[in-house]
């Protein structure tokens, strides 16, 4: 057997080997019905009614009328909402933008139990984290029926799966125009006010732009001790051996041809 093609297999059979750790297993994966299917360039219906903070009915409609950030959360979890959210208030503190002048943040349970009281009281805390002023309709913590939940999460691609102890779901912002059109999804836990920033500046305009940074989430596992995410050391080794082993494999085929062509 050539030395090259030699070669070749040991690399495939380290990439087997690879494919059965827990970063690539089955069991580690998210169940199917979990994730986003991005609708970049849909409009959210924005005749649906919620009820805000204070216990008021809203109309969506009333509520974006700027760029508006959406944000999916559940108000029992004790785990990766409180974080999307405290990532959320971090970035609005440094962000150049002025709440209620050039964005709203629309904040929606989709866990039909949480009430405008529970609501009320996460609305306090994440505004004190801000650590800025928030005109009364910039930033508000909606709740509502099965069926508006259901509605709006369904037209945002934004699919959850309940739980004995609460729900699986994904984490991202999502960035509204004006209209109610979806333009960028933000993955992740912790942002950067220059993304933030774009993505409602691409917002007003309605310019819906595909996503190119997955892998941030992928990139980030739940510590069920510290109760935080962190880095998944094992999983970014593995894709990383991965692509050096893809690298690799086509250096050999692309050098293997230049030694036919020469002789």
């Not at 005749?47 to 919620?50: A, I």
């Given at each position: 057997m050539p030395y090259r093609l030699k070669?070749?297999?040991?690399?495939?059979a380290f990439a087997a080997i690879y494919a059965e750790t827990p970063a690539f297993s089955e069991q580690n994966r998210p169940p199917s019905g979990v994730g986003f299917d991005e609708r970049l360039g849909d409009f959210i219906p924005l005749?649906?009614?919620?009820t805000d903070e204070q216990g008021r009915e809203v109309i969506l409609r009333e509520l974006i009328?700027?760029?508006t950030i959406l944000v999916f959360v559940y108000h029992?979890?004790?785990?990766?909402?409180?974080?999307?959210?405290?990532?959320?208030?971090?970035?609005?503190?440094?962000?150049?933008l002025s709440p209620g002048r050039d964005f709203n943040i629309l904040t929606v349970s989709f866990d039909v139990t949480d009430t405008p009281a529970v609501a009320a009281g996460k609305k306090k805390d994440y505004i004190k984290a801000a650590g800025r002023e928030f005109p009364e309709r910039s930033w508000n913590f909606l709740v509502g029926s099965e069926e508006m939940i259901g509605r709006l999460t369904s037209a945002a691609g934004f699919r959850f799966s309940k739980t004995s102890n609460?729900?699986?779901?994904?984490?991202?912002?999502?960035?509204?125009?004006?209209?109610?059109?979806?333009?960028?999804?933000?993955?992740?836990?912790?942002?950067?006010?220059?993304d933030v920033t774009?993505?409602?500046?691409?917002?007003?305009k309605g310019l819906p732009v595909p996503t190119v940074n997955k892998l941030l989430l992928y990139c980030y596992s739940y510590d069920p001790e510290g109760k935080r995410y962190v880095l998944d050391i094992l999983k970014i080794t593995a894709a990383a051996t991965l692509l050096f082993i893809l690298v690799f494999i086509g250096w050999l085929t692309l050098s293997g041809r230049k030694d036919k062509a020469k002789s």
């Open positions: 070669i070749v297999f040991i690399l495939l005749d649906l009614t919620f009328n700027k760029p029992s979890c004790s785990h990766t909402c409180p974080l999307l959210l405290a990532g959320l208030s971090e970035v609005l503190s440094r962000l150049e609460g729900f699986t779901h994904p984490v991202a912002l999502i960035m509204l125009s004006p209209k109610g059109r979806i333009t960028r999804y933000l993955y992740g836990i912790t942002f950067l006010p220059v774009l993505a409602l500046t691409e917002a007003s």
